[in-house]
Structure formats: C-alpha cells, structure tokens
C-alpha cells in the first residue's frame, strides 16, 4: 500500500455497485470529478459490500461481511476510515455518498487554510437531533464529512465497533430512524472526543441549483456555484451539467441564470426550460431582448452543449436583436472570454438579414397578431430546430397594444398594419402558422408566467 505516501486528503466514497442506480453513480463520479481529483493528487476509494462485480480497480475496496444497501452505508463509511487509516497517510479524510459532487479545487484551495494537525471536524448545511439529553449537532452527510489525520488517529481504535456502538444507543432511545444516519453517528462520537466543529457554507445538501430530488427548493437563494465546495442529491445528468460549467470556467453565467430563475418577473419561471432547449442547440436567435434576461438562459445552455475549443468558427453563437438598445455590457464581459460568441443587433427584426440559419429562434417583440405572423413566415426559414415564443397566454386572444391601452391607429399609421392585425392576439398567428406549414408542430405550450409556446421543426417528417 502508500502507507509513507503522504495526501492532502483522500476521499472515502461509500457506494453500492450491485445496484443500478448507485453503480450509475460510481460511473459518472469516474467521468467527472474524480479525474480532476486524482489529476490534483487526491486520492479517491470506493468502499463497497463483499459481493463482488465488474469493476476491478485498485480503487475499488470490497468489504468482507458487509452488504450493499442503504443500511451499509455507516458500515462501509467507518470501515472505510480504518482502511485509509491503516493504508495511506492523509491530512485530510472526506466521506460522501455517491450522489455527492465535489469541486476538487475548491476543496484543496479551502483545506490550505486549515490546520490537519488539530481536531477538526469539517462540514456544512448543519442540523441538529435528540439523542436522549443532548442536542447533537451534526454537518450534513450528503454533502460531504471531513475529519483531519489527528481525528481518525484517535477515533481508529473504535472503528471496527463503532456502527455496532451506535445501533444500541439508537435502540436505547428508540431512535431507529437514525441507525444509518451515518452522519449523526459519526457527529456524536467525534463531539465526544472533544473536536473543533468547523462549518462552511459551501457544503450543501442539495445540488448545484439549490434543489432536492423532490424539486423543493433548499438552498436555491444562498447557493453560490463561484465558491461551493460539495453539493449533494445530483442526478446523473446535474454531474454533466456542474461538471461543464467547471470545465467552461462559466461561473458567473451561471450564477446570474440561477439567480434570474429565483428572482420573481415575468419569464422567470420559463428560463429552466429555455436553458434546457439551448442545450440541445449551437446557435440561438433572441428576437427581443428587452431587461435582458432570458438572454442568460440561453448563454448557459449554450455554454453547457458547446466542445471545449477555442475555434471561433464552432463557437456556440448568440444572436440578440430588439428595436431598441439594450444593456448587454455585463453579458458581454462575462462571456468574453467563454467558449461562445455574442452579436447583437438593435433594429426592426423585420429588418434583419441572414445568410445563416439558426437552431432556434426565440421571440418576444411586439405581441400582436399582425407582427408575429410576418416573423413566423419570415424566420421560420432560418430555424432549424425550435420556434420559442413568449407572452402566448396574456396576449393569446387580444393584442398587447388592447392590453396596455394604447393607440391602435397611430400604430398602425407607424407599422403600415391594418388596425384589425393589431387588435389580435398571438394565438391566430401561430395557430394559421401551423396550418400552412406541416412540417412544424406544437411542443409544448405553458400558460404559466404569461405563457410560453414551443414549435419544433420536423425533418423529413421527424422530429
């Protein structure tokens, strides 16, 4: 083993490989964060039951007479100390789950401010249980526990005893429900064994968004994706996507889309859904960029589809267009040195001239039936895959220009629009749109947050 190999700190994955989901986890750990730890000089173990599988890695630690399940999971965390304290030499230990994504360089950069030779006890998104008279605090599992070397020498000796310790003072309380909380357990014989609790609120119990599997929002105000550390409950797909963002350097985008997502306006609930559509394309024209919001749902999408090169021929493009000029000085400096590439125009879009085309077209101009329907004709030319429109619930039936009270017949006299195409709503524009156009179709239509309507080109008569 590396006994006299010294690390900065190794980290102690419990896991269960004999089960779909958690193997599926072990995997996608393997594609993203743990190449950047081991690449750092982090040494990363998975401790598994005795059941032997397909993956053979020096790195893979079956444990004798220990099972693969939920309940094993406090097992494999102390077993899993006693192997690394018996084996490696590290000024830091950090146990997770399998679920738990950790930004390796965030980790190093805030242990190097940290003292391994004291008891520390490290961690965050606190909480705190009974246990007979005492209120024992505890760090959060799921994000992430940390102990230093001094620690784990003086816990080792009860390493071997200390699950079995812990089920009799749950049973003692009738406390069942915390058997295999391995992270209460592990909070309560360290308190007892004099520690310093440090806490950091970089650690969250929830994923990167703020969000747990249940879709409640936890930490989705405070989260910072600039300065976490660990977060916790993410999917397969939240690894892909935290993992881009890493590797993009696209912070800031980021944090600027999940904040307009939590900040109540009249698209913010749609963004999610426009980010997840960017993703899926290269290029994106914003008809209508207004307080320029939706604009950084687009830009963090497109950030989170693009490759990682520098070829400005297949950078990712962002097309911004409206009638009249709009702020765009912080997008601009913030993706000027990303992977995607901003141009902007600031005219009648009616006036625009492409030679290009575009996967999506995004509109949100003037909403009245006359106006969108000259759109649908005149861009679904150069829209390769969506046609996303918003405002299709509020103005679906009459136009803005009724809504707002405004003079019809001086817009008309502007525009050169019969006054009867001003009046109507949205809906008659894109309901004859996709009578005369076959080959495009109905998404999805939201009638939440003033509505959203998603039009989706087929190819060949597929989608």
Not at 81 to 105: Q, R, W
Not at 122 to 134: E, F, V
Not at 166 to 174: A, G, K, P, T
Not at 413 to 424: V, Y
Request: proline letters at 2%; one cysteine or more; aromatic letters at 12%.
């Amino acid at each position: 083993m590396e006994k006299n190999s010294k690390y900065k700190v190794i980290i102690n994955v419990f896991a269960c490989p004999t089960i779909e989901r958690y193997r599926n986890e072990i995997l996608k750990i393997n594609e993203t964060w743990r190449p950047t730890a081991e690449a750092m000089g982090v040494k990363v173990l998975f401790f598994f039951g005795e059941e032997g599988t397909d993956l053979i890695d020096d790195n893979y630690i079956y444990l004798p007479n220990v099972q693969n399940d939920y309940d094993s999971a406090s097992y494999k965390q102390y077993l899993g100390l006693k192997h690394i304290y018996e084996n490696y030499n590290a000024e830091f230990i950090f146990s997770c789950g399998t679920d738990t994504f950790i930004n390796i360089k965030h980790l190093l950069s805030y242990l190097d401010r940290l003292e391994y030779g004291k008891k520390l006890y490290i961690g965050g998104h606190d909480n705190t249980r009974q246990i007979g008279d005492k209120s024992v605090y505890f760090h959060c599992g799921g994000a992430g526990v940390i102990i230093t070397n001094k620690i784990l020498e003086e816990l080792y000796p009860q390493l071997d005893t200390i699950q079995n310790q812990w089920r009799v003072i749950c049973e003692q309380y009738e406390l069942y429900n915390l058997i295999a909380a391995c992270d209460v357990s592990i909070s309560y014989f360290l308190i007892n064994i004099g520690v310093e609790v440090v806490t950091n609120t970089n650690f969250h119990s929830c994923n990167y968004l703020g969000y747990r599997y249940d879709g409640v929002a936890c930490c989705k105000d405070i989260i910072n994706i600039n300065t976490l550390i660990s977060c916790h409950q993410m999917r397969l797909n939240d690894f892909d996507n935290f993992q881009k963002i890493i590797d993009t350097n696209s912070y800031a985008i980021n944090n600027k889309y999940i904040k307009l997502c939590n900040t109540s306006s009249d698209i913010n609930e749609h963004l999610p859904t426009l980010c997840q559509l960017a993703t899926e394309c290269n290029s994106i024209l914003e008809l209508g960029v207004r307080g320029v919001v939706s604009s950084w749902a687009f830009a963090s999408g497109l950030l989170l589809a693009s490759d990682t090169v520098s070829d400005t021929a297949r950078k990712p493009l962002l097309f911004l267009n409206d009638l009249e000029v709009c702020n765009i000085s912080e997008l601009l400096d913030n993706t000027k040195d990303l992977n995607i590439e901003i141009k902007y125009q600031w005219i009648n879009c009616l006036d625009l001239d492409f030679t290009n085309t575009f996967d999506m077209v995004f509109i949100d101009t003037w909403h009245i039936y006359g106006q969108l329907k000259r759109e649908l004709e005149k861009f679904s030319k150069i829209a390769n895959k969506y046609i996303v429109m918003h405002d299709t619930t509020v103005d679906e039936y009459e136009g803005e220009t009724i809504r707002g009270g405004l003079d019809a017949q001086k817009q008309s006299e502007e525009s050169g629009f019969p006054i009867e195409e001003i009046l109507q709503g949205l809906g008659k524009a894109i309901d004859e749109f996709l009578i005369n156009n076959p080959n495009w179709i109905l998404k999805k239509k939201y009638t939440n947050n003033n509505g959203l309507t998603i039009l989706e080109k087929l190819i060949d008569g597929v989608k």
